[in-house]
T-cell receptor
Framework: EAGVAQSPRYKIIEKRQSVAFWCNPISGHATLYWYQQILGQGPKLLIQFQNNGVVDDSQLPKDRFSAERLKGVDSTLKIQPAKLEDSAVYLC???????????FGSGTRLTVV | KQEVTQIPAALSVPEGENLVLNCSFTDSAIYNLQWFRQDPGKGLTSLLLIQSSQREQTSGRLNASLDKSSGRSTLYIAASQPGDSATYLCAGEYGGSQGNLIFGKGTKLSVKP
């Protein structure tokens, strides 16, 4: 089966600019996650969707981050305006409802200068 | 606060050695414990998942154990190979928070030929 697709692979922007990341999960996976991994740290959950509804966004900095999952398939994560501390790898993952097996994408590496 | 710690942060061994990676967690009410592998520029690959009712899981040369009472998990790699070089992350998942994996910072393993 195809894996979790993410784009772009790399992005460099200046602070205060906006940026968007895209994720296409594995077909049939109802649950989609966005994680942020800062260099030298483990990933941290930003937001979790079940179909197109938000299950958990308690760690999402809502003043600058937003995410949506239209039609319960693809998802977009946006940052506006970006700060230097947003430099990280943004990982998308998906899983089937009720299971604990996760498939991660290769991530988008964001550098804010 | 739920925290996961991994020791050591980095490990270098000669090819063929058996090795153990350590993971400790602060909240013993863990639902499951997962070990992932992360290669540079890649996403996370799930290696082993241990449910809270289990003590260990095995896959090929990998064996993971879970001791909830002591808040510890270990990943044992037998007969290490250069292809095992990667960062290994452990993550705890807690009941009622499917998808909110609490990750350690990882152990960077280098296996020298």
């Amino acid at each position: 089966e195809a894996g979790v697709a993410q784009s772009p692979r790399y992005k460099i922007i200046e602070k205060r600019q906006s940026v968007a990341f895209w994720c296409n999960p594995i077909s049939g996976h109802a649950t989609l996650y966005w994680y942020q991994q800062i260099l030298g740290q483990g990933p941290k959950l930003l937001i979790q969707f079940q179909n197109n509804g938000v299950v958990d966004d308690s760690q999402l900095p809502k003043d600058r981050f937003s995410a949506e999952r239209l039609k319960g398939v693809d998802s977009t994560l946006k940052i506006q305006p970006a700060k230097l501390e947003d430099s990280a790898v943004y990982l998308c993952a998906s899983s089937q409802k009720g299971t604990y097996g996760y498939t991660f994408g290769s991530g988008t590496r964001l550098t804010v200068v | 606060k739920q925290e996961v710690t991994q020791i050591p942060a980095a490990l270098s061994v000669p090819e063929g050695e058996n090795l153990v990676l350590n993971c400790s967690f602060t909240d013993s009410a863990i639902y499951n414990l997962q070990w992932f592998r992360q290669d540079p520029g890649k996403g996370l690959t799930s290696l082993l998942l241990i449910q809270s009712s289990q003590r260990e899981q095995t896959s090929g040369r990998l064996n993971a154990s879970l001791d909830k009472s002591s808040g510890r998990s270990t990943l044992y790699i037998a007969a290490s190979q250069p292809g095992d070089s990667a960062t290994y992350l452990c993550a705890g998942e807690y009941g009622g928070s499917q998808g909110n994996l609490i990750f350690g910072k990882g152990t960077k393993l280098s296996v020298k030929p």
